[in-house]
T-cell receptor
């Protein structure tokens, strides 16, 4: 079974631009979560989607948004990029039948550099 | 969100057991205890989880204190490949996963 895939793997943008990152979950998984990882703040939860609906949201500004499609694939968008948005963006998928006990499977991440 | 506390770093030798502690004094009765680890340049990977009883799998063992206010991840024979950041996380229902700073484990050959 293929794992979680994220595209692109690396991205360089300039301040003020916007970016869209893509995540394809493991086949059969219906939930997708997004995380931002930086050396200073560690791993921080962005949002979680299930059945095309946002179920949980972290403490990030409205510039960060996401969506999930009917095939469970997900995209996240960051508008008006700032230098501080440089980070590793990780996507994780899970079944979401019994969340408290389920394993989240992480992708390799997209490394975003904002200049 | 219930909080966990872990040492910033630990060091051990190859082929020796490693005990990684986690304190979660505000844990509620329905919080599951999850452990993930992140190897260098990779996304986190699941290690083990439990509720009340000790748990074993092919990767590790999880020992949960009787009052559930603490737990210990046990790697029975550490290898160099076990060098990673280990995260102890509590999860209740469909609440979001909150990762702390984790414990950076160094394995000496």
């Amino acid at each position: 079974k293929a794992g979680v895939t994220q595209t692109p793997r690396y991205l360089i943008k300039t301040r003020g631009q916007q970016v869209t990152l893509s995540c394809s979950p493991i086949s059969g998984h219906r939930s997708v979560s997004w995380y931002q990882q930086t050396p200073g703040q560690g791993l921080q939860f962005l949002f979680e989607y299930f059945s095309e609906t946002q179920r949980n949201k972290g403490n990030f500004p409205g510039r960060f948004s996401g969506r999930q499609f009917s095939n469970s694939r997900s995209e996240m968008n960051v508008s008006t990029l700032e230098l501080g948005d440089s980070a590793l963006y990780l996507c994780a998928s899970s079944l979401f039948y019994n969340p408290s006990q389920e394993t989240q499977y992480f992708g390799p991440g997209t490394r975003l550099l904002v200049l | 969100d219930a909080k966990t506390t872990q040492p910033n770093s630990m060091e051990s030798n190859e082929e020796e057991p490693v005990h990684l502690p986690c304190n979660h004094s505000t844990i509620s009765g329905t919080d599951y205890i999850h452990w993930y680890r992140q190897l260098p340049s990779q996304g986190p990977e699941y290690v083990i989880h439990g509720l009340t009883s000790n748990v074993n799998n092919r990767m590790a063992s999880l020992a949960i204190a009787e009052d559930r206010k603490s737990s210990t991840l046990i790697l029975h024979r550490a290898t160099l490949r076990d060098a990673a950041v280990y995260y102890c996380i509590l999860r209740k229902g469909a609440q979001k996963l909150v990762f702390g700073q984790g414990t950076r484990l160094t394995i000496n050959p």
